[in-house]
């Protein structure tokens, strides 16, 4: 790549932000039109990213990048191949409609430029992802959009249920988010590679590796969270509380694809394997089934939608977990119908709430006439969604029953679960496309007509697109799948798509049993609505609830912690410190090499070991003293043998500063002992004295024998050569210690300074406590007199 297409590829992908902080002051003075402004941005984005179709088609991949943190091997570094180029072109292509849709949907809301300004920063953080070639990149992107997700469903922050569903989202992907990270630690660990595009060229690497297992589980986990699997699959519904706009973006064609994008992009490192092909179609299927029974179950025409959703990225998971190349092309094919016909019946589902005021499906009826350009682009984006000819939602039913039907030994189990989903998917399809605007007219709380443009331009626009990749199926195939396909499989793929099947098959008669099972269905909507609203009753408990139960539980035992360890005795405090303290030094010299061999005994003058003994003298007057004021003169014996010790090996700086620092510590402590209301002895227990004492010895011990273990190494004096070299050329200053106290160590000087004074502050807050004044009664008043202070009356 030239050095310009590197610039504009990275400016593309990097776009959305400065958007971001272009919307809120473009919203101010263009109001609701500044979505036409701004939407030129996506679409910029995205026929940049049509440019390399052609080339990915035939196989090229580029990988732009600049440096970052080059220390680190972290590089602003970008893969670009089929995978990413399709992801790019949803993320763009859906994005420029949206903020269209957001211009309109939020018309006059005060917060519309805030909002404008949130969905960029996702667009933004879902393109790094998608395009993220290196590792640590690629979780700061990924995590970005969990962050940007919870901004955008708690926008509504003043209402409980967005704070709540914002909330959940943030706590169930950020923490599959970490689970990533450190999957993607051990990558590096076990590969000593940090690049996407390295582990791809080599991808049995990981499979060799004695890291596979741990690896695998922790990259599902980051995937299950985010891509809404069983069970953490409650997240996605309850996001539902956010803006349409947000829903049709985020929860549909975008971000809940991010764990399936993850999936597709590590199945080369990591699919084909016992491991991939049992776990991923288990809880795909169980996804599949569980998210089209829960819809079927609702009559909120968003949260059909959504529980339809968690059912798609089932069967998507499921496909890919297949490790067969037609069921992948199925997946690939699906992912694209699935973004374009849930992009437009999401956005359908909003235009009628905004209009109609109401997405209750039971409430509504009769709309065709007041709505018509809506009901056209829902019926047009249903019938893909139903798997029904002219549609791209066609062939891709037809191309997963293929791969499910040849997938080996599961393949009944797989076909099996993938006809009673789809089925049941038509349903919600009839459901979303045809109650609201068949049958009598229903009075709804507004008065309902036709949206402006920019709410009814979106759903058109994707629709047909669904229709159009299916009538040019030969170049959807060529450009688009062919090229996604041989990143999942990482060897070339040739993909023939044809609308009209050749011959009877399987594929075919799955599809016509499925479409009819999902036809009496339908017409049976309310009874089985019923006994699945029953059924659901009686079980009670579920992971939503589970959620909940868990946070009681986090915040209950965070609560217990908090009141042990910072229950406002100062005892506890210092037992919990310098408990840690002991295990922090002890713990790793028993697990590493063990404790250093005692030195031999040093050949002291007789001064020096009058110093030390004079010292031990002083830590037995300190132990045995009766009270708190002797202790505390007894502890400055301490100080002065260290002091006199600082003199005696030459440095009388050192001494000087030690003396001046123990002398006014034993003043400073012994004037606020006798300011503050403490009992003048000790009065804990043996047993509690005794713990503490162990604790003490413990802490002591740690850090002689520390101390020792580094004696007892070479010396390295290159940082003393460096100080002696430097101290004087550099800082003007003869006195090392003094030039490495004041300019090397500048900062940790200023800081030690900051806590002293703060410290003082502390002291003299305590000694300046007071006993409240008396409080009496005054007994000429009659009983309902306020007690005043004496010194008030």
Not at 758 to 783: Q, S, Y
Request: proline share 5%; hydrophobic share 55%.
């Amino acid at each position: 790549m030239t050095p310009e297409a590197i610039d504009t590829t990275i400016l593309a992908v990097l776009a959305p932000f400065a958007a971001a902080a272009i919307a809120p002051v473009a919203t101010k003075y263009l109001k609701h039109n500044a979505a036409w402004l701004l939407a030129l941005v996506p679409a910029w984005i995205f026929f940049h990213f049509a440019g390399y179709v052609g080339a990915v088609s035939e196989g090229q991949t580029f990988t732009p990048f600049r440096e970052w943190a080059p220390s680190y091997g972290i590089n602003l570094s970008f893969y670009i191949d089929g995978l990413s180029t399709l992801f790019a072109l949803l993320i763009s292509g859906i994005g420029t409609f949206i903020i269209l849709y957001a211009g309109g949907y939020l018309k006059g809301h005060p917060q519309q430029g805030r909002f404008f300004s949130f969905l960029f920063l996702f667009m933004g953080a879902m393109l790094g992802l998608v395009t993220g070639n290196n590792l640590i990149t690629l979780f700061i992107f990924w995590e970005l959009t969990s962050i940007t997700s919870f901004l955008l469903i708690g926008f509504d922050h003043l209402r409980a249920a967005s704070r709540r569903a914002a909330l959940q989202a943030l706590v169930v992907t950020g923490g599959g988010g970490l689970l990533l990270l450190a999957g993607f630690i051990l990558i590096i660990g076990a590969t000593n590679e940090i690049e996407m595009s390295v582990l791809l060229a080599n991808p049995d690497i990981i499979k060799n590796s004695g890291l596979f297992l741990p690896i695998f589980l922790l990259v599902l986990g980051g995937a299950f969270t985010k891509s809404a699997q069983f069970p953490f699959h409650f997240w996605l519904p309850n996001a539902m509380e956010a803006p349409t706009p947000v829903s049709a973006f985020l929860h549909s064609a975008t971000m809940v694809k991010a764990g399936v994008y993850l999936l597709m992009r590590m199945h080369p490192l990591l699919g084909d394997t016992e491991l991939w092909t049992t776990v991923l179609p288990i809880f795909g299927g169980t996804t599949l089934i569980v998210g089209t029974i829960l819809a079927v179950r609702q009559t909120d025409l968003k949260l059909m939608l959504a529980y339809t959703t968690v059912a798609s990225l089932g069967l998507l998971v499921m496909l890919v977990g297949t490790s067969w190349e037609k069921a992948l092309e199925g997946a690939v094919l699906y992912l694209l119908a699935h973004s374009l016909f849930k992009g437009a019946l999401f956005m359908v589902a909003g235009t009628i709430d905004h209009e109609a005021g109401t997405r209750d499906v039971t409430k509504l009826g009769g709309l065709k006439g007041a709505m018509p350009i809506t009901f056209a682009a829902a019926c047009l984006a249903a019938l893909s969604m139903s798997g029904l000819p002219p549609f791209i939602g066609f062939i891709a039913k037809e191309v997963l029953y293929e791969g499910t039907w040849g997938a080996g030994g599961a393949a009944l189990a797989l076909t099996l679960t993938a006809v009673v989903g789809n089925a049941l998917m038509l349903v919600i399809a009839a459901a979303v496309a045809l109650k609201p605007f068949l049958g009598p007219k229903v009075e709804t709380p507004k008065h309902a007509h036709e949206g402006p443009v920019l709410l009814f331009a979106g759903p058109v626009v994707l629709s047909l697109a669904g229709l159009a990749a299916a009538l040019m199926a030969h170049s959807t195939g060529e450009l688009f799948i062919a090229p996604m396909l041989s990143s999942l499989t990482g060897h070339s793929a040739a993909v023939e798509l044809h609308l009209i099947p050749g011959y009877i098959s399987a594929p075919l008669i799955l599809s016509l049993i499925t479409v009819a099972l999902g036809i009496v269905l339908y017409l049976n909507l309310a009874r089985l609505r019923g006994a699945i609203a029953g059924a659901l009753t009686a079980i009670g408990w579920g992971p939503d609830k589970g959620f909940d139960q868990f946070v009681a539980g986090i915040v209950r035992l965070s609560t217990a912690v908090t009141r042990f360890v910072q229950g406002g005795k100062m005892q506890t405090y210092m037992v919990l410190t310098f408990g840690a303290t002991a295990a922090a030094v002890l713990v790793p010299a028993f697990l590493a090499d063990g404790l250093p061999a005692m030195p031999s005994v040093p050949d002291y003058t007789f001064y020096e070991w009058g110093i030390l003994v004079i010292a031990l003298l002083g830590l037995v007057a300190v132990l045995i003293a009766k009270t708190r004021l002797t202790a505390i003169v007894s502890l400055g014996i301490q100080g002065f043998a260290v002091a006199v010790i600082f003199m005696l090996f030459g440095a009388p700086d050192l001494s000087f500063t030690q003396f001046m620092v123990e002398t006014l510590s034993v003043v400073i402590l012994a004037l606020v002992m006798t300011r503050l209301n403490l009992a003048p002895r000790d009065h804990r227990s043996g047993g509690a004295a005794l713990f503490t004492g162990i604790i003490a010895a413990a802490v002591g011990s740690g850090i002689a024998l520390t101390l020792m273990a580094i004696t007892q190494q070479p010396f390295d004096s290159r940082l003393s050569d460096f100080f002696a070299t430097y101290s004087r050329a550099i800082a003007h200053g003869r006195n090392i210690v003094n030039v490495i106290i004041v300019d090397f160590r500048g900062f940790d000087t200023l800081g030690e300074i900051s806590v002293v004074v703060l410290a003082g502050l502390c002291v003299l807050a305590l000694i300046r406590v007071r006993t409240k004044p008396e409080v009496k009664k005054d007994e000429n008043a009659g009983d309902e007199a306020l007690a005043k202070p004496v010194e008030a009356r």
